[in-house]
């Protein structure tokens, strides 16, 4: 049996940056449970949202309920967006239905 350490505070801050999410094992499409990440959300996800990484190979789905799909957006859009000199399809490379 494996053991995985998460250190929440951490990988908090990271978000924070606005920069995709690193991909982790485990999770993506397929998960069965709402990927939000600032609190426990036990809805199952119907919405994704596909973060371009470094590298294809790093592209991440992010798996979501319909709730928290639109929160990540508006995060996204409203906070992350307004200092960032990049395009939306420099980060997200699909949206929308699972
Ligand atoms: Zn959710
Ligand atoms: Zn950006």
């Known amino acids: 049996?494996?053991?995985?350490?998460?250190n929440p505070v951490k990988d908090r801050a990271e978000r924070d940056t606005g920069f995709p999410p690193v991909p982790e094992l485990g999770e993506g499409e397929?998960?069965?449970?709402?990927l939000w990440y600032w609190d426990v959300c036990t809805d199952t996800?119907?919405?994704?949202?596909?973060?371009?990484?470094k590298s294809s190979s790093e592209n991440y789905a992010e798996t979501l309920c319909a709730r928290h799909y639109a929160v990540e957006l508006s995060r996204f859009t409203e906070v992350h967006f307004v200092d960032c000199e990049g395009t939306v399809a420099s980060h997200i490379l699909d949206f929308g239905d699972m």
């Open 1 to 6: 049996m494996s053991t995985l350490t998460v």
């Open 30 to 34: 397929g998960n069965p449970r709402c």
């Open 45 to 53: 996800p119907t919405k994704k949202i596909v973060w371009r990484g």
